[in-house]
Protein backbone atom coordinates (compact mmCIF):
# COMPACT_ATOMS: atom_id res chain seq x y z
CA UNK A 1 0.00 0.00 0.00
CA UNK A 2 1.35 3.33 -0.86
CA UNK A 3 2.01 5.82 2.11
CA UNK A 4 -0.58 7.39 3.58
CA UNK A 5 -1.51 10.90 3.30
CA UNK A 6 -1.93 12.76 6.68
CA UNK A 7 -6.10 13.08 6.30
CA UNK A 8 -6.08 9.32 5.41
CA UNK A 9 -4.12 8.82 8.69
CA UNK A 10 -6.79 10.55 10.56
CA UNK A 11 -10.07 8.99 9.13
CA UNK A 12 -8.35 5.56 9.95
CA UNK A 13 -8.30 6.69 13.41
CA UNK A 14 -12.10 7.60 13.34
CA UNK A 15 -12.63 4.38 11.91
CA UNK A 16 -11.20 2.37 14.66
CA UNK A 17 -12.92 5.23 17.42
CA UNK A 18 -16.32 4.53 15.47
CA UNK A 19 -15.56 1.05 16.32
CA UNK A 20 -14.99 1.80 20.19
CA UNK A 21 -18.75 3.15 20.26
CA UNK A 22 -20.30 0.14 19.39
CA UNK A 23 -20.68 1.65 15.28
CA UNK A 24 -20.32 -0.45 12.80
CA UNK A 25 -18.80 2.00 9.90
CA UNK A 26 -19.96 -0.63 6.89
CA UNK A 27 -23.70 -2.26 8.32
CA UNK A 28 -25.16 -4.32 6.13
CA UNK A 29 -28.78 -4.05 6.65
CA UNK A 30 -30.75 -2.56 4.28
CA UNK A 31 -31.30 1.22 5.01
CA UNK A 32 -35.12 1.96 4.21
CA UNK A 33 -34.67 5.02 1.48
CA UNK A 34 -38.18 6.60 0.21
CA UNK A 35 -36.73 9.50 -0.94
CA UNK A 36 -34.44 10.92 -3.77
CA UNK A 37 -33.31 14.54 -3.66
CA UNK A 38 -35.07 15.39 -6.59
CA UNK A 39 -38.24 13.87 -5.38
CA UNK A 40 -38.18 15.68 -2.05
CA UNK A 41 -37.61 19.43 -4.35
CA UNK A 42 -40.37 18.08 -6.95
CA UNK A 43 -42.97 17.11 -4.08
CA UNK A 44 -41.54 19.54 -1.54
CA UNK A 45 -44.47 19.64 1.84
CA UNK A 46 -42.91 21.09 4.88
CA UNK A 47 -43.21 19.17 7.68
CA UNK A 48 -43.40 15.76 5.56
CA UNK A 49 -41.19 12.80 6.90
CA UNK A 50 -38.74 11.54 4.62
CA UNK A 51 -36.25 9.09 4.47
CA UNK A 52 -32.75 9.66 2.33
CA UNK A 53 -29.32 8.36 1.87
CA UNK A 54 -26.14 9.27 -0.03
CA UNK A 55 -22.91 10.97 0.40
CA UNK A 56 -22.36 13.83 2.64
CA UNK A 57 -20.60 16.93 0.97
CA UNK A 58 -19.80 20.33 2.05
CA UNK A 59 -20.28 19.95 5.94
CA UNK A 60 -20.55 23.36 7.72
CA UNK A 61 -20.54 22.44 11.57
CA UNK A 62 -21.72 25.56 13.74
CA UNK A 63 -22.05 24.96 17.11
CA UNK A 64 -25.32 23.22 18.44
CA UNK A 65 -26.62 23.42 14.73
CA UNK A 66 -24.78 22.14 11.37
CA UNK A 67 -25.70 21.98 7.87
CA UNK A 68 -24.35 19.76 5.25
CA UNK A 69 -25.28 19.04 1.41
CA UNK A 70 -25.94 14.96 1.05
CA UNK A 71 -25.47 13.98 -2.87
CA UNK A 72 -27.44 10.67 -4.12
CA UNK A 73 -27.88 9.62 -7.46
CA UNK A 74 -29.94 12.37 -8.60
CA UNK A 75 -28.62 15.25 -7.02
CA UNK A 76 -28.13 17.39 -3.87
CA UNK A 77 -30.41 18.34 -0.93
CA UNK A 78 -29.53 20.74 1.96
CA UNK A 79 -29.67 18.99 5.20
CA UNK A 80 -29.61 20.29 8.63
CA UNK A 81 -27.90 18.79 11.81
CA UNK A 82 -29.37 20.23 14.93
CA UNK A 83 -27.92 18.51 18.31
CA UNK A 84 -30.97 19.11 20.47
CA UNK A 85 -33.34 17.47 17.37
CA UNK A 86 -31.02 14.46 17.23
CA UNK A 87 -30.26 14.04 21.08
CA UNK A 88 -33.60 15.27 22.32
CA UNK A 89 -32.15 13.70 26.19
CA UNK A 90 -29.03 14.90 28.27
CA UNK A 91 -27.11 12.14 26.08
CA UNK A 92 -25.57 14.70 23.44
CA UNK A 93 -22.75 11.90 22.25
CA UNK A 94 -24.31 11.21 19.01
CA UNK A 95 -24.39 14.85 17.66
CA UNK A 96 -21.04 16.25 19.89
CA UNK A 97 -18.85 12.75 19.25
CA UNK A 98 -19.96 10.97 15.95
CA UNK A 99 -21.38 13.98 13.70
CA UNK A 100 -18.76 16.52 14.85
CA UNK A 101 -15.93 14.33 15.40
CA UNK A 102 -16.15 11.31 13.73
CA UNK A 103 -18.26 11.94 10.37
CA UNK A 104 -16.50 13.41 7.20
CA UNK A 105 -17.61 14.56 3.58
CA UNK A 106 -17.92 11.90 1.36
CA UNK A 107 -18.75 9.63 3.89
CA UNK A 108 -22.55 7.63 3.08
CA UNK A 109 -24.93 8.51 5.82
CA UNK A 110 -28.93 7.70 5.93
CA UNK A 111 -31.23 10.59 7.43
CA UNK A 112 -34.57 10.64 8.73
CA UNK A 113 -35.78 13.50 8.90
CA UNK A 114 -38.65 16.32 8.03
CA UNK A 115 -38.87 19.23 5.64
CA UNK A 116 -38.75 22.52 6.21
CA UNK A 117 -37.50 26.32 4.08
CA UNK A 118 -34.92 27.55 5.46
CA UNK A 119 -34.99 31.71 6.19
CA UNK A 120 -33.36 32.44 2.80
CA UNK A 121 -35.88 29.54 0.92
CA UNK A 122 -33.26 26.89 0.41
CA UNK A 123 -35.51 23.77 0.81
CA UNK A 124 -34.40 21.65 3.43
CA UNK A 125 -34.69 18.06 5.61
CA UNK A 126 -34.29 18.69 9.13
CA UNK A 127 -32.23 15.45 10.86
CA UNK A 128 -34.02 13.69 13.44
CA UNK A 129 -31.93 10.78 13.18
CA UNK A 130 -29.10 9.75 11.08
CA UNK A 131 -27.13 6.21 10.31
CA UNK A 132 -23.71 5.94 9.15
CA UNK A 133 -24.07 3.51 6.26
CA UNK A 134 -20.07 3.60 5.04
CA UNK A 135 -17.17 5.16 6.43
CA UNK A 136 -15.04 6.93 3.28
CA UNK A 137 -11.27 6.31 4.53
CA UNK A 138 -10.16 8.83 0.98
CA UNK A 139 -10.88 12.52 1.01
CA UNK A 140 -12.50 13.41 -2.39
CA UNK A 141 -11.24 15.85 -5.18
CA UNK A 142 -13.30 18.56 -3.95
CA UNK A 143 -12.96 22.19 -5.62
CA UNK A 144 -12.18 24.51 -3.30
CA UNK A 145 -13.83 28.11 -3.84
CA UNK A 146 -12.30 31.50 -2.52
CA UNK A 147 -14.07 34.81 -3.35
CA UNK A 148 -15.91 33.25 -6.38
CA UNK A 149 -12.64 31.58 -7.57
CA UNK A 150 -12.63 27.83 -8.11
CA UNK A 151 -9.11 26.11 -6.99
CA UNK A 152 -7.93 22.40 -7.39
CA UNK A 153 -10.71 21.68 -9.36
CA UNK A 154 -10.90 17.44 -10.56
CA UNK A 155 -9.71 18.30 -14.16
CA UNK A 156 -6.65 16.53 -15.01
CA UNK A 157 -7.71 14.27 -17.43
CA UNK A 158 -5.61 11.23 -16.84
CA UNK A 159 -6.58 11.62 -12.94
CA UNK A 160 -10.39 11.77 -14.18
CA UNK A 161 -10.17 8.68 -16.30
CA UNK A 162 -8.26 6.72 -13.95
CA UNK A 163 -10.26 7.15 -10.91
CA UNK A 164 -13.71 7.53 -12.75
CA UNK A 165 -15.17 6.55 -9.60
CA UNK A 166 -14.21 9.91 -8.17
CA UNK A 167 -14.52 12.17 -11.14
CA UNK A 168 -18.86 11.52 -11.26
CA UNK A 169 -18.88 12.31 -7.70
CA UNK A 170 -16.97 15.80 -7.61
CA UNK A 171 -18.10 16.58 -11.37
CA UNK A 172 -21.36 16.09 -11.73
CA UNK A 173 -21.88 16.66 -15.14
CA UNK A 174 -20.05 13.76 -16.24
CA UNK A 175 -22.88 11.68 -15.50
CA UNK A 176 -25.10 13.67 -18.10
CA UNK A 177 -22.80 12.22 -20.73
CA UNK A 178 -23.37 8.53 -19.44
CA UNK A 179 -27.04 9.21 -19.18
CA UNK A 180 -27.34 10.52 -22.65
CA UNK A 181 -25.31 7.42 -23.98
CA UNK A 182 -27.63 5.26 -22.38
CA UNK A 183 -30.95 6.98 -24.10
CA UNK A 184 -29.04 6.58 -27.26
CA UNK A 185 -29.18 3.20 -27.04
CA UNK A 186 -32.22 2.79 -25.53
CA UNK A 187 -33.76 5.16 -28.75
CA UNK A 188 -32.08 2.87 -31.27
CA UNK A 189 -32.96 -0.26 -29.86
CA UNK A 190 -36.40 1.34 -29.90
CA UNK A 191 -36.57 2.09 -33.30
CA UNK A 192 -35.18 -1.19 -34.11
CA UNK A 193 -37.47 -2.89 -32.20
CA UNK A 194 -40.80 -0.64 -33.85
CA UNK A 195 -39.40 -1.84 -37.43
CA UNK A 196 -39.67 -5.65 -36.26
CA UNK A 197 -36.10 -6.22 -36.39
CA UNK A 198 -34.54 -9.08 -33.94
CA UNK A 199 -32.09 -8.16 -31.08
CA UNK A 200 -29.13 -11.11 -31.46
CA UNK A 201 -25.70 -12.19 -29.54
CA UNK A 202 -22.69 -13.08 -31.73
CA UNK A 203 -19.52 -14.72 -30.44
CA UNK A 204 -16.89 -12.67 -29.03
CA UNK A 205 -14.21 -15.38 -29.16
CA UNK A 206 -13.45 -16.37 -33.07
CA UNK A 207 -11.46 -18.44 -34.71
CA UNK A 208 -11.15 -16.35 -37.54
CA UNK A 209 -10.90 -12.48 -37.44
CA UNK A 210 -13.50 -11.02 -40.33
CA UNK A 211 -15.89 -8.60 -41.22
CA UNK A 212 -13.12 -5.74 -40.64
CA UNK A 213 -9.76 -5.02 -41.66
CA UNK A 214 -7.70 -4.46 -38.05
CA UNK A 215 -4.95 -6.27 -35.78
CA UNK A 216 -6.79 -8.68 -33.27
CA UNK A 217 -6.09 -9.58 -30.61
CA UNK A 218 -5.15 -13.23 -29.85
CA UNK A 219 -5.75 -15.75 -27.13
CA UNK A 220 -5.62 -19.01 -27.01
CA UNK A 221 -7.92 -21.94 -25.67
CA UNK A 222 -6.43 -24.46 -23.02
CA UNK A 223 -9.03 -27.50 -24.10
CA UNK A 224 -8.84 -27.12 -27.45
CA UNK A 225 -5.01 -26.00 -27.69
CA UNK A 226 -5.93 -23.38 -31.02
CA UNK A 227 -5.95 -19.50 -31.18
CA UNK A 228 -8.90 -17.80 -30.85
CA UNK A 229 -9.55 -14.35 -31.83
CA UNK A 230 -11.04 -11.12 -29.98
CA UNK A 231 -13.74 -10.05 -32.48
CA UNK A 232 -12.70 -7.02 -34.66
CA UNK A 233 -16.23 -6.86 -35.94
CA UNK A 234 -19.22 -9.24 -35.64
CA UNK A 235 -20.43 -8.87 -39.87
CA UNK A 236 -20.00 -12.18 -41.11
CA UNK A 237 -22.12 -13.75 -37.95
CA UNK A 238 -25.05 -11.34 -38.70
CA UNK A 239 -25.20 -12.29 -41.85
CA UNK A 240 -25.13 -16.37 -41.15
CA UNK A 241 -28.31 -15.16 -39.15
CA UNK A 242 -29.89 -13.84 -42.65
CA UNK A 243 -29.21 -16.91 -44.27
CA UNK A 244 -30.89 -19.14 -41.66
CA UNK A 245 -33.92 -16.78 -42.03
CA UNK A 246 -34.02 -14.06 -40.14
CA UNK A 247 -35.41 -11.15 -42.10
CA UNK A 248 -33.83 -8.43 -39.82
CA UNK A 249 -30.76 -8.71 -36.96
CA UNK A 250 -28.99 -6.39 -35.25
CA UNK A 251 -26.35 -6.23 -32.05
CA UNK A 252 -24.71 -3.51 -29.71
CA UNK A 253 -20.87 -5.15 -30.47
CA UNK A 254 -18.38 -4.58 -28.03
CA UNK A 255 -15.07 -5.24 -30.90
CA UNK A 256 -11.61 -5.07 -29.73
CA UNK A 257 -8.56 -4.33 -32.22
CA UNK A 258 -5.33 -4.05 -31.14
CA UNK A 259 -4.28 -1.05 -32.48
CA UNK A 260 -3.64 2.56 -31.43
CA UNK A 261 -5.30 5.09 -29.09
CA UNK A 262 -6.10 8.48 -29.71
CA UNK A 263 -8.33 11.07 -28.93
CA UNK A 264 -11.55 8.48 -31.34
CA UNK A 265 -9.63 5.32 -30.81
CA UNK A 266 -9.97 3.10 -28.13
CA UNK A 267 -8.85 -0.65 -28.45
CA UNK A 268 -12.68 -1.63 -27.24
CA UNK A 269 -15.17 0.27 -28.78
CA UNK A 270 -18.48 -0.38 -29.74
CA UNK A 271 -20.64 -0.96 -32.31
CA UNK A 272 -24.26 -1.11 -33.67
CA UNK A 273 -24.36 -3.12 -36.85
CA UNK A 274 -27.71 -4.44 -38.49
CA UNK A 275 -29.19 -6.59 -41.36
CA UNK A 276 -32.00 -6.36 -42.96
CA UNK A 277 -32.73 -8.92 -45.98
CA UNK A 278 -34.63 -7.84 -49.20
CA UNK A 279 -33.27 -4.04 -48.88
CA UNK A 280 -30.18 -2.39 -50.60
CA UNK A 281 -28.36 0.58 -49.92
CA UNK A 282 -30.51 3.17 -50.93
CA UNK A 283 -33.56 1.81 -48.50
CA UNK A 284 -30.31 1.74 -45.96
CA UNK A 285 -29.89 5.51 -46.98
CA UNK A 286 -33.25 6.75 -45.75
CA UNK A 287 -33.85 4.63 -42.83
CA UNK A 288 -30.48 5.42 -41.65
CA UNK A 289 -31.09 9.22 -41.36
CA UNK A 290 -34.45 8.51 -39.77
CA UNK A 291 -33.18 6.67 -37.08
CA UNK A 292 -30.11 9.53 -36.34
CA UNK A 293 -33.45 11.66 -36.36
CA UNK A 294 -34.95 9.75 -34.04
CA UNK A 295 -32.09 9.35 -31.90
CA UNK A 296 -30.89 12.81 -31.23
CA UNK A 297 -34.43 13.98 -30.57
CA UNK A 298 -34.40 11.42 -27.80
CA UNK A 299 -30.99 12.31 -26.67
CA UNK A 300 -31.21 15.84 -26.99
CA UNK A 301 -34.76 17.36 -27.53
CA UNK A 302 -33.90 18.64 -30.55
CA UNK A 303 -31.93 17.40 -33.98
CA UNK A 304 -29.86 20.48 -33.73
CA UNK A 305 -26.64 19.37 -31.55
CA UNK A 306 -23.39 21.52 -30.92
CA UNK A 307 -19.84 19.72 -31.66
CA UNK A 308 -16.86 22.48 -31.73
CA UNK A 309 -17.56 25.18 -33.61
CA UNK A 310 -20.42 24.14 -35.84
CA UNK A 311 -24.03 23.57 -35.42
CA UNK A 312 -24.75 19.99 -36.72
CA UNK A 313 -28.38 19.24 -37.46
CA UNK A 314 -29.21 15.47 -37.81
CA UNK A 315 -33.07 16.19 -39.57
CA UNK A 316 -33.32 14.47 -42.61
CA UNK A 317 -32.79 14.04 -45.43
CA UNK A 318 -28.98 14.43 -45.62
CA UNK A 319 -26.98 15.94 -49.02
CA UNK A 320 -25.78 12.15 -51.16
CA UNK A 321 -22.25 12.52 -53.10
CA UNK A 322 -20.35 9.87 -54.83
CA UNK A 323 -16.67 9.14 -53.74
CA UNK A 324 -15.32 9.69 -57.19
CA UNK A 325 -17.66 13.14 -57.31
CA UNK A 326 -15.95 14.09 -54.16
CA UNK A 327 -12.40 13.72 -54.94
CA UNK A 328 -12.96 15.41 -58.21
CA UNK A 329 -14.16 18.14 -56.50
CA UNK A 330 -11.71 19.06 -53.24
CA UNK A 331 -8.47 17.70 -56.09
CA UNK A 332 -9.54 18.31 -59.86
CA UNK A 333 -8.47 14.64 -60.35
CA UNK A 334 -11.06 12.03 -61.42
CA UNK A 335 -9.95 8.22 -60.26
CA UNK A 336 -12.94 7.07 -63.08
CA UNK A 337 -11.18 4.25 -65.14
CA UNK A 338 -8.48 5.38 -63.48
CA UNK A 339 -4.85 3.11 -63.04
CA UNK A 340 -3.10 2.03 -60.15
CA UNK A 341 -0.40 3.67 -61.57
CA UNK A 342 -2.12 6.97 -62.56
CA UNK A 343 -3.89 6.93 -58.97
CA UNK A 344 -0.67 6.87 -57.13
CA UNK A 345 1.01 9.11 -59.06
CA UNK A 346 -2.10 11.89 -58.59
CA UNK A 347 -1.84 10.94 -54.96
CA UNK A 348 2.40 11.92 -54.92
CA UNK A 349 1.31 15.17 -56.84
CA UNK A 350 -1.50 16.10 -54.68
CA UNK A 351 1.28 15.66 -51.66
CA UNK A 352 -0.35 12.43 -50.28
CA UNK A 353 2.07 10.11 -48.63
CA UNK A 354 1.79 6.70 -50.22
CA UNK A 355 4.07 3.60 -50.41
CA UNK A 356 4.81 0.81 -53.02
CA UNK A 357 2.36 -1.87 -50.57
CA UNK A 358 -1.26 0.20 -51.49
CA UNK A 359 -3.57 -1.49 -53.95
CA UNK A 360 -5.60 1.16 -55.66
CA UNK A 361 -8.22 1.18 -52.99
CA UNK A 362 -6.38 1.91 -50.22
CA UNK A 363 -4.70 4.90 -52.63
CA UNK A 364 -8.15 6.45 -53.29
CA UNK A 365 -8.68 6.03 -49.43
CA UNK A 366 -5.49 8.01 -48.54
CA UNK A 367 -6.53 10.93 -51.23
CA UNK A 368 -9.94 11.01 -49.95
CA UNK A 369 -8.98 10.81 -46.18
CA UNK A 370 -6.51 13.91 -46.71
CA UNK A 371 -7.90 15.97 -49.39
CA UNK A 372 -11.87 15.74 -48.65
CA UNK A 373 -13.15 13.68 -46.00
CA UNK A 374 -12.81 16.60 -43.26
CA UNK A 375 -14.91 19.59 -45.26
CA UNK A 376 -18.36 17.56 -45.14
CA UNK A 377 -19.43 18.89 -41.87
CA UNK A 378 -23.26 18.57 -42.17
CA UNK A 379 -24.57 14.94 -42.39
CA UNK A 380 -23.61 13.56 -45.63
CA UNK A 381 -23.22 10.23 -47.57
CA UNK A 382 -20.28 9.48 -49.39
CA UNK A 383 -21.81 6.74 -52.29
CA UNK A 384 -20.59 4.64 -54.49
CA UNK A 385 -16.71 3.29 -53.72
CA UNK A 386 -14.52 1.52 -55.70
CA UNK A 387 -14.66 -2.20 -55.38
CA UNK A 388 -10.86 -2.62 -53.99
CA UNK A 389 -12.01 -0.63 -50.80
CA UNK A 390 -15.15 -2.64 -50.43
CA UNK A 391 -14.60 -7.17 -50.50
CA UNK A 392 -17.25 -7.42 -48.40
CA UNK A 393 -19.88 -5.25 -50.65
CA UNK A 394 -21.62 -6.34 -53.48
CA UNK A 395 -20.64 -4.60 -57.22
CA UNK A 396 -22.48 -1.48 -58.49
CA UNK A 397 -25.48 -2.19 -60.71
CA UNK A 398 -24.41 0.07 -63.30
CA UNK A 399 -20.60 0.18 -62.70
CA UNK A 400 -18.67 -3.00 -62.37
CA UNK A 401 -15.88 -1.09 -60.84
CA UNK A 402 -17.75 0.28 -57.79
CA UNK A 403 -20.03 -0.73 -55.12
CA UNK A 404 -22.69 0.12 -53.60
CA UNK A 405 -21.86 1.52 -50.43
CA UNK A 406 -22.36 4.76 -48.42
CA UNK A 407 -20.42 5.83 -45.44
CA UNK A 408 -21.89 8.93 -43.23
CA UNK A 409 -19.84 11.82 -42.98
CA UNK A 410 -20.05 14.37 -39.97
CA UNK A 411 -17.65 17.32 -38.82
CA UNK A 412 -14.94 14.87 -40.96
CA UNK A 413 -15.76 12.07 -39.42
CA UNK A 414 -17.34 8.82 -40.84
CA UNK A 415 -20.22 7.39 -38.35
CA UNK A 416 -21.57 4.83 -40.37
CA UNK A 417 -20.77 2.14 -43.01
CA UNK A 418 -23.53 0.60 -44.70
CA UNK A 419 -23.64 -1.49 -47.90
CA UNK A 420 -25.72 -3.89 -50.16
CA UNK A 421 -24.42 -6.75 -49.44
CA UNK A 422 -22.62 -9.35 -51.72
CA UNK A 423 -24.22 -12.83 -51.62
CA UNK A 424 -22.58 -14.12 -54.67
CA UNK A 425 -20.30 -16.72 -53.22
CA UNK A 426 -18.10 -17.00 -56.21
CA UNK A 427 -17.46 -13.33 -56.03
CA UNK A 428 -16.99 -13.39 -52.59
CA UNK A 429 -14.28 -15.59 -52.53
CA UNK A 430 -12.49 -14.17 -55.26
CA UNK A 431 -12.18 -10.80 -53.45
CA UNK A 432 -11.31 -12.49 -50.23
CA UNK A 433 -8.48 -14.24 -52.54
CA UNK A 434 -7.92 -10.59 -53.44
CA UNK A 435 -7.18 -9.32 -50.36
CA UNK A 436 -4.89 -12.26 -48.97
CA UNK A 437 -2.62 -11.29 -52.28
CA UNK A 438 -2.68 -7.62 -50.74
CA UNK A 439 -2.03 -8.56 -47.35
CA UNK A 440 1.08 -10.68 -48.63
CA UNK A 441 2.21 -7.65 -50.33
CA UNK A 442 2.62 -5.74 -47.18
CA UNK A 443 -0.96 -3.87 -47.02
CA UNK A 444 -1.87 -4.31 -42.76
CA UNK A 445 -5.32 -3.25 -43.29
CA UNK A 446 -5.85 -6.23 -45.62
CA UNK A 447 -7.26 -9.36 -44.15
CA UNK A 448 -5.14 -12.70 -43.56
CA UNK A 449 -8.00 -14.64 -43.15
CA UNK A 450 -11.08 -16.75 -45.62
CA UNK A 451 -13.42 -17.62 -43.12
CA UNK A 452 -14.82 -20.75 -45.28
CA UNK A 453 -17.82 -21.38 -43.17
CA UNK A 454 -19.35 -18.17 -44.41
CA UNK A 455 -18.15 -18.66 -47.23
CA UNK A 456 -20.23 -22.41 -47.18
CA UNK A 457 -23.32 -20.59 -45.39
CA UNK A 458 -23.48 -17.89 -48.78
CA UNK A 459 -23.27 -21.64 -51.24
CA UNK A 460 -26.67 -22.01 -48.96
CA UNK A 461 -28.30 -19.14 -50.09
CA UNK A 462 -28.71 -15.49 -48.71
CA UNK A 463 -30.77 -13.13 -50.04
CA UNK A 464 -30.66 -10.14 -50.85
CA UNK A 465 -30.01 -8.17 -47.86
CA UNK A 466 -28.55 -4.56 -47.22
CA UNK A 467 -26.15 -3.82 -43.89
CA UNK A 468 -25.18 -0.60 -41.95
CA UNK A 469 -22.47 -0.22 -38.98
CA UNK A 470 -22.58 2.37 -36.74
CA UNK A 471 -19.82 3.74 -34.31
CA UNK A 472 -21.92 4.31 -31.35
CA UNK A 473 -18.82 6.08 -28.85
CA UNK A 474 -18.30 8.39 -32.00
CA UNK A 475 -21.86 9.31 -32.23
CA UNK A 476 -22.48 9.96 -28.35
CA UNK A 477 -19.36 12.10 -28.72
CA UNK A 478 -20.91 13.95 -31.22
CA UNK A 479 -24.55 14.17 -29.70
CA UNK A 480 -22.50 16.00 -26.04
CA UNK A 481 -19.79 17.82 -27.95
CA UNK A 482 -17.05 15.61 -26.52
CA UNK A 483 -14.07 16.13 -28.68
CA UNK A 484 -12.29 13.06 -27.19
CA UNK A 485 -13.56 9.02 -27.33
CA UNK A 486 -12.17 8.87 -23.23
CA UNK A 487 -15.22 11.36 -22.39
CA UNK A 488 -17.95 8.68 -23.57
CA UNK A 489 -16.14 5.86 -22.21
CA UNK A 490 -16.49 4.61 -18.32
CA UNK A 491 -13.24 3.20 -18.19
CA UNK A 492 -11.27 4.07 -21.07
CA UNK A 493 -7.98 1.97 -21.78
CA UNK A 494 -4.88 3.43 -20.12
CA UNK A 495 -1.24 3.55 -19.91
CA UNK A 496 -0.24 1.43 -16.65
CA UNK A 497 -0.29 3.60 -13.87
CA UNK A 498 3.35 4.57 -12.98
CA UNK A 499 4.07 4.54 -9.06
CA UNK A 500 5.00 7.90 -7.23
CA UNK A 501 8.47 7.75 -6.25
CA UNK A 502 9.65 7.02 -2.87
CA UNK A 503 11.14 11.14 -1.68
CA UNK A 504 12.88 12.05 1.11
CA UNK A 505 11.33 14.91 3.33
CA UNK A 506 13.41 17.34 2.18
CA UNK A 507 12.96 16.28 -1.72
CA UNK A 508 9.20 17.01 -1.21
CA UNK A 509 9.93 20.04 0.77
CA UNK A 510 11.71 21.21 -2.50
CA UNK A 511 9.47 19.86 -5.27
CA UNK A 512 6.18 22.36 -3.26
CA UNK A 513 8.66 25.29 -3.36
CA UNK A 514 9.38 24.29 -6.84
CA UNK A 515 5.70 23.47 -7.86
CA UNK A 516 4.77 27.29 -6.47
CA UNK A 517 7.29 28.72 -8.18
CA UNK A 518 6.80 26.44 -11.48
CA UNK A 519 10.53 27.96 -13.02
CA UNK A 520 12.94 29.40 -10.87
CA UNK A 521 16.64 30.30 -11.12
CA UNK A 522 18.86 26.95 -9.48
CA UNK A 523 20.59 29.57 -6.93
CA UNK A 524 17.43 30.67 -6.14
CA UNK A 525 15.67 27.49 -5.72
CA UNK A 526 19.07 26.66 -2.86
CA UNK A 527 18.59 29.64 -1.28
CA UNK A 528 15.22 29.19 -0.80
CA UNK A 529 15.77 25.30 0.69
CA UNK A 530 17.91 26.35 3.07
CA UNK A 531 19.74 22.79 2.65
CA UNK A 532 23.40 22.62 3.07
CA UNK A 533 25.44 21.81 0.18
CA UNK A 534 25.62 18.39 1.03
CA UNK A 535 21.98 17.86 1.46
CA UNK A 536 21.37 20.15 -1.32
CA UNK A 537 23.17 18.38 -4.05
CA UNK A 538 21.77 14.75 -2.99
CA UNK A 539 18.49 16.47 -2.84
CA UNK A 540 18.19 17.98 -6.38
CA UNK A 541 19.73 15.10 -7.63
CA UNK A 542 16.86 12.89 -6.22
CA UNK A 543 14.48 14.95 -7.73
CA UNK A 544 16.43 15.04 -11.61
CA UNK A 545 16.89 11.37 -10.86
CA UNK A 546 12.86 10.18 -10.86
CA UNK A 547 12.18 12.64 -13.20
CA UNK A 548 10.60 14.76 -11.43
CA UNK A 549 12.66 18.31 -11.99
CA UNK A 550 14.84 18.93 -14.37
CA UNK A 551 17.50 21.87 -14.84
CA UNK A 552 18.22 23.51 -17.65
CA UNK A 553 21.33 26.04 -19.16
CA UNK A 554 20.09 29.21 -20.62
CA UNK A 555 22.26 32.62 -21.23
CA UNK A 556 20.34 33.59 -18.26
CA UNK A 557 21.97 30.76 -16.24
CA UNK A 558 21.04 27.64 -14.86
CA UNK A 559 16.94 27.24 -14.43
CA UNK A 560 14.95 24.47 -12.68
CA UNK A 561 11.39 23.32 -13.44
CA UNK A 562 8.79 20.15 -12.40
CA UNK A 563 9.27 17.57 -15.28
Known sequence: ????????????????????????????????????????????????????????????????????QLQDAEGKIQVYFNRD?????DDKEKYNEVFKKLIDFGDFVGIEGELFTTQVGEKTVKVK?????????????????????????FTDPEQRYRQRYADLVVNPQVKDVFVKRTKLFNAMRQFFNDSGYFEVETP?????????????????????????????????????LIVGGFDGVYEFSKNFRNEGMDRTHNPEFTAMEIYVAYKDYNWMMDFCERLLEH???????????????????FKAPY????????????????????????????????????????????????????????????????????????????EHRENPDLTERFELMVCG??????????????DQRERFEHQLKLAAKGDDEATEFIDHDFLRALEYGMPPTSGMGIGMDRLIMFLTNNQSIQEVLFFPQMRPEKKAPAISEEGKALLDLLKKAERI???????????????????????????????????????????
Not at 85 to 89: A, D, L, M, S
Not at 129 to 152: H, I, M, N, Q, R
Not at 413 to 426: F, M, T, V
Open 319 to 394: ARVTMADSIKHFTGFDITGKTEDAIRQAAKDLGVEVDDTMGKGKLIDEIFGEKCEGNYIQPTYITDYPKEMSPLCK
Open 413 to 426: KEIANAYSELNDPI
Open 204 to 240: VLQPIPGGAAARPFITHHNALDIPLYMRIANELYLKR
Open 1 to 68: MSQLSEQELVRREKLTKLRALGINPYPADLYPVNHTSKQVKDKFETGKQVIIAGRLMMIKVQGKASFA
Open 129 to 153: DFTLLSKALKPLPLPKEKDGVVYDA
Open 521 to 563: LLNDLKSQSGLSNKKWDKTIKELTKNSLAKVEKTDEGLFVETS
Open 85 to 89: EICPG
Open 295 to 313: CAIAVNGTTKVTFGEHEID
